[in-house]
């Protein structure tokens, strides 16, 4: 068996440290969010309306609610589309994240990653719809890097890029139906997740594939470290759907779920180094931290994979 090393394009532990670019891009997202109000209501799961009580945990003074039905992960207040919009696309932060420094580095550090990505897209194109070459629309990309990537896929016929980040220009307003959607970690900072997949759907020709990747609420990470995590914070992390979360979503949406898997390899690592920010109530993580045992760990990580337990969510679907 091939094993990726797989990850999220975000922002990672490992990228955490002084003066780096994402550190510095985590006190941005910081500084923007200390300036809110923060909320004090909980409103209902956003894919299946449940009603939700119980809070995970606080990140930056937002309270992250789960799910009763399928333990997916969210914003317990919704955020407001202005204030989405300025964090996203005119905020301190967004200006840096469109930087040409910020983008070469990004370009540099997720090189092998997108090359994996690509691999992994282009098996799946194959093994679903054949070996031609097809129109793809890639969805709110904010990697420049990862579009060049995509020009040199040989399944490609023409691509539209949709709704993109700055310095991304190149948006393609009159995109015909297309035979495959690529999303990638865009639905995490989806504040209606399902509204983003219906107009995604509608643009899909039936048969034709959606594939994404996603964070996920329910990974092993996510649910031991809670608001010690670095990696997860608002309004980078909105969304945070199981895998069930996410088959139900792709359902109403109007796909049917191919495959769906948490490949993630990093769980482990991402608690290793999270030291002594492990909840202090975590006894036997941190027992098992403590023994300093790499092949436990890793064999740690294979049983999180293999049972849908890791953070990080592949899935591929098929427009109904
Ligand atoms: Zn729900």
């Given at each position: 068996m091939i094993r990726y090393e797989f990850v999220d394009s975000a922002i990672r532990d490992e990228d955490l440290h002084p003066d780096s670019f994402f550190d510095r891009e985590r006190k941005l997202a910081k500084d923007f969010i200390d300036d809110l109000e923060k909320p004090h209501t909980i409103d209902p799961c956003p894919i299946c309306g449940s009603p939700r009580n119980e809070i995970l945990f606080k990140k930056w003074g937002f309270p992250y609610a789960i799910c009763p039905k399928s333990w997916t992960i969210g914003l317990a207040s919704l955020p407001n589309e202005n204030i989405m919009q300025e964090y996203f696309r005119h905020s301190e932060l967004s200006d840096f994240r469109a930087s040409r420094k910020y983008q070469d580095e990004v370009s540099k550090k997720r090189k092998d990653l997108w090359e994996n990505q690509l691999g992994w897209i282009e098996g799946r194109v194959s093994r679903y719809i054949g070996n031609e070459k097809y129109t793809v629309a890639d969805w709110e990309c904010r990697f420049a890097g990862w579009i060049d990537f995509l020009k040199?896929?040989?399944?490609?016929?023409k691509l539209f890029v949709q709704e993109p980040f700055a310095p991304i220009n190149e948006n393609t307003n009159d995109i015909e139906e297309t035979d495959i959607v690529l999303l990638i970690d865009v639905l995490q900072r989806e504040a209606k997740p399902l509204q983003l997949l219906k107009r995604i759907a509608k643009k899909v020709k039936p048969g034709g594939l959606l594939i994404t990747t996603c964070r996920s609420g329910s990974g092993f990470d996510v649910l031991t470290l809670q608001g010690n995590s670095e990696n997860i914070f608002p309004m980078d992390h909105i969304f945070l759907p199981s895998p069930q979360g996410m088959e139900f979503l792709l359902n109403e949406a109007g796909f049917e779920v191919l495959e769906l898997a948490t490949p993630g390899l990093l769980d482990m690592k991402y608690v290793q180094n999270a030291g002594e920010n492990i909840p202090k109530n975590q006894y036997f993580l941190r027992y098992i931290i403590e023994q300093r045992d790499e092949l436990l760990l890793e064999r740690m990580q294979g049983f999180l994979q293999r049972n849908n337990l890791s953070s990080h969510i592949r899935c591929v679907a098929r427009k109904k």
């Open positions: 040199t896929a040989g399944f490609k016929d």
